[in-house]
């Protein structure tokens, strides 16, 4: 098993410098191709023709480019004028911080006096947490309140744990960025700075940053991995949720006893809009990404089943069912975009958003140099950020310059991963293939961090058969 052990991080630093050297044989290979071209196809009219091709369909590509990219996103930052306590009349066309991004305001849209609300709402679990328990005693005592409700469609949660894992790659580059992009909530970042938990100053604050992150990673697999089986109570996944809501109920107890937080400012630490737009990050918007990835849409079955899998997450959040979005795929993106438009400003306040955002990409950039010996900056960390949340958002929550380089090397990135996900989604059959690589794949990133990190929180049940990490017979 050693070598499975790295086989995904390994890839994914290696694969962007497979791209640059297809790009850079098909640089040779192009002129080449020419020159013989020129030699033996009647020389000048038949080059002209083919570069006269070249040329247009490029300008073509440029173009369709650059329409969909002002068509999603908004360049002047003075015109982003959305925020608005009593929401707006149906029919308006609304453009939020958040990626410069503009939407049509409907009857369906949460005005922000609604949210400000929500904002004041915690976690019933509050009730039966106490500062010294283990998550152990944690889960006894909210099992009232974690036990699986009707409305939980087994079929579809195991459909929506099956596309996770198929596509999990792009899933996970869609966090690369949507992460960043989400610290322009103002509140959701002072709560990560109070609480220390992502902002450690110095080298080891990095290195923590950069163990949590691959923690949170084995989490994930932790969550998709096991189907609807791993959400039965007591079941992998549901102790896993039930883990992120025993550290959110700590959290808070930590920050209200330490009584110097701004509630009117921030509302109550980690509250329900605080985990809603949370889940929304992570569910409709990294779909949202993958097809903007591709440039196609994805199928609306897998679609709906995978908001439905973070449906049943946010439930096991604490996330109140009457105000859970994730019930449809378009619930889930009017919530966002009402959630977006109030909690996240045209310019957030640079002593909490590019705080972190610098330190996450620095974080992870130290990670990969550290583990992998790989020459990664920051502004390489952040590059496809860039990408997903255009120029103006980019520069409000403190991205990183990217160098000419860091662009060619996410610019190799988008297209691996664009390439293998139109094989994906384009070629009869791969379905049953993606599910088994994927699946190997996920596999041996979970045991490769638990190999580095043995006291990871996530992923210490063998994938492979269900035993315990010490009875698993692939153990390190």
Known sequence: MAASDDLWNRFN?????????????????????????????GGLPHLRAIL???????????LQQKRRSDAKYLKTAEQVKAKNL???PPGTKVVMGFRRESFTWTAEHIPGKILDAWQQRT???????????????????????????????????????????????????GFSWALLAGFGAESASAVLLKSRYWASHGEQGRLDTWKRLRETACWLHDIAMHGKKGFSPGSISWKACIHVRYLHCRTRATIWK???????????????VQVIGTLLGSSVLLLRGMEELVGLSLPSEDKEAFIHLWRVIGFLFGIEDELNPNRSVHRAQVALESV???GIPEFPD??????????????VAFGIRTEFGAPVTASMVGVSAWY???????????????????????????????????????????????????????????????????QCRFGATCPFNGSTQEACPHKM
Not at 393 to 408: M, R, T
Not at 438 to 445: D, E, G, P, Q, T
């Open 123 to 173: 976690d019933a679990a509050d009730e039966y947490f106490e500062l010294g328990m283990g998550v152990e005693e944690f889960e006894k005592r909210i099992g009232n309140l974690a036990f699986m409700p009707d409305w939980v469609d087994w079929e579809l949660l195991d459909r929506g744990c099956s596309f996770f894992v198929r596509v999990w790659p792009f899933v996970f580059f």
């Open 258 to 272: 330490a009584g110097d937080w701004d509630k009117e400012e921030y509302g109550q630490p980690i509250n329900q």
């Open 13 to 41: 630093v290696w694969a962007v410098y497979i791209v640059l050297a297809t790009l850079v044989a098909a640089g040779i290979g192009v002129p080449l191709a020419l020159a013989y071209l020129w030699q033996h196809s």
């Open 350 to 363: 640079r002593s909490l958003t590019a705080v972190l955002t610098q330190h996450i990409c620095e974080s």
């Open 388 to 454: 997903f949340v255009g120029a103006a958002y980019g520069k409000a929550i403190g991205l990183p310059e990217a160098s000419f380089h860091g662009h060619v090397v996410g610019f190799a990135r988008r297209c691996l991963l664009r390439f293998v996900l139109l094989i994906y989604l384009l070629v009869p059959g791969t379905s049953w293939v993606f599910d088994r690589v994927m699946r190997y794949l996920f596999n041996a990133m979970a045991l490769s961090v638990r190999k580095r990190q043995p």
């Open 52 to 62: 006269g091709s070249i040329a247009v369909l490029s300008v073509a590509y440029m």
């Open 340 to 342: 977006f438009t109030h």
């Open 86 to 88: 009593n929401g707006h």
